[in-house]
């Protein structure tokens, strides 16, 4: 017994207690009818409206439209406001509602027909019940639905870790590297990733080991690069990866249909031995610049999930020290003004998306069971070579409402950028065509000031 508390003064507090939570409940259940009254009413009303003009079932699917739109931001307003602060939910769960409510409402009637319910419990009986589950069902879902809407909004508010600013491509030229070193030199990047058969190499770790001293902290990841640039193997051991000019000649289209051979395949096995050499080689050459041990491990153009090439990095990497790779599992970020996904759609940055979610799902599960530990969270696929204005702001939001990680296997979230200066240099010559038209464009200047924006409003230069 806790000192100076009687037992009657604890059967107080504990009644105090379940007073407060049902009095809790019973308001959360008020405001929750209230609103779907509310949106009962708008529901009837627009269809009244709209019957006059159209035929009842296209007048239907849009009265319930606008009353999901009511229990869309009544229930974020009042309903669930302790969890949202009253701010509206994202627009991902207006479209779910919506979506799972017309599909059970038209499965209920086929799946409970009143034929078969009137034969086992008489005809009046099975119109009652038909009429309790058409409108219980809905109810309970929509209270689920919300539910678990307010649960998101409520994590996403929540403070959680700071999330990784990490720039590729250091090395792919000059403009690349002054960016990327400047931001790091100013403490506005967390790391960069180091393409160790880029032009621009050598220069690029000159300076990264001068600032080394200043800034101990800054991550320096292997950008392992397989499709374009010349390669670390002698051109010889690896034949079916290069063209007449030593350049890597297969796409990431390519080496995603070697995927798709059989093990056993003469081709694969081939190129699976030439791979294994060429990742070798990159490792070497990657420890003998940097002095390296152990290996953070990406990929340009994100090649290292291809599942190819993730399966020959896990069969080397016990041997070669291979302690963490990127995940590329990236969460859709909320509050982006539609403009923004038309944009994401109409440069295949959702398709990109796509196919990157499937792959990490897949490599994630086997990193895991061999102990490689990757970041926990990721931003920088869907908005790729864009990543200034509302997605940057949006990508960088969602990272820092994620938890801090608890696992060992575990590291803080990274967004990924791509800065540059103007180019000023033909990388095509180079053997790096492919990256030439992203390299030149102005969005890698654009990058650079979002990213110096971002660091100067949220404070958090380290």
């Known amino acids: 017994m806790l000192p100076g508390l009687s037992a009657s003064g604890r059967y107080g507090c504990d009644r105090g207690v379940q007073t407060m939570a049902f009095r809790s409940i019973s ?13 009962a009413a708008v529901h009837y009303g627009v269809l009244i409206a709209l019957r006059w003009a159209m035929p009842i079932w296209l007048a239907n699917p849009l009265a319930f439209l606008a009353a999901s739109l009511t229990g869309y931001l009544g229930h974020a307003r009042f309903t669930f406001r302790p969890e949202t602060g009253g701010a509206r939910f994202a627009r991902r769960w207006l479209v779910v509602q919506y979506a799972i409510n017309l599909t059970v409402c038209g499965l209920l009637p086929l799946a409970l027909p009143a034929a078969t319910l009137a034969t086992l419990i008489g005809t009046n009986a099975s119109t009652a019940v038909l009429d309790t589950i058409f409108v219980f069902t809905p109810t309970v879902l929509n209270a689920l639905i919300w539910s678990r809407a307010a649960r998101f909004t409520q994590r996403r508010r929540s403070h959680g870790q700071r999330p990784r600013l990490h720039a590729d491509d250091l090395g792919l030229s000059q403009a690349t590297n002054e960016a990327i070193l400047g931001l790091i030199e100013a403490g506005q990047l967390d790391g ?9 190499t050598r220069s690029a770790l000159e300076r990264w080991h001068q600032l080394a001293t200043l800034k101990p902290n800054q991550q320096l990841c292997l950008h392992l ?4 640039g010349p390669s670390s193997a002698p051109c010889d051991a690896v034949p079916d990866l290069v063209n007449n000019h030593g350049h890597f000649n297969l796409s990431f289209g390519q080496w995603l249909l070697l995927s798709l051979l059989p093990r056993r395949h003469r081709r694969r096995r081939r190129v699976t031995t030439q791979l294994r050499l060429e990742i070798s080689a990159q490792i070497q050459r990657f420890r003998q610049l940097c002095g390296s041990d152990a290996i953070a491990l990406d990929g340009h153009q994100h090649i290292h999930l ?16 291979i302690t963490w790779m990127r995940s590329t599992a990236e969460p859709l970020p909320t509050g982006l003004p539609l403009r923004c996904w038309w944009d994401a759609i109409r440069g295949a940055g959702l398709l990109k998306w796509s196919v990157l979610q499937l792959l990490s799902a897949k490599a994630s599960r086997r990193q895991r069971r061999q102990g490689i530990a990757s970041n926990s969270g990721f931003a920088g696929v869907l908005f790729t070579g864009q990543m200034s204005g509302a997605p940057l702001q949006a990508c960088w939001q969602e990272l820092c409402s994620r938890k801090l990680p608890d696992d060992r296997l575990q590291t803080p979230a990274q967004l990924l950028v791509h800065p540059g200066a103007p180019l000023d240099c033909d990388l095509n010559v180079a053997g790096f065509a492919v990256s030439a038209p992203f ?13 110096q924006q971002l660091m100067q409003t949220t404070g958090t230069a380290n």
């Open 439 to 451: 390299a030149s464009s102005p969005w890698r200047q654009r990058e650079w000031r979002a990213i």
């Open 306 to 321: 291809v599942p190819l090439i993730h399966d020959t990095l896990l069969s080397l990497a016990a041997e070669q020290r």
């Open 192 to 200: 960069a990733s180091l393409l160790v058969n880029g032009p621009e």
């Open 27 to 39: 308001t959360r259940l008020s405001l929750y009818g209230m609103v779907g009254i509310v949106a």
């Open 225 to 228: 690069c397989l499709t374009e």
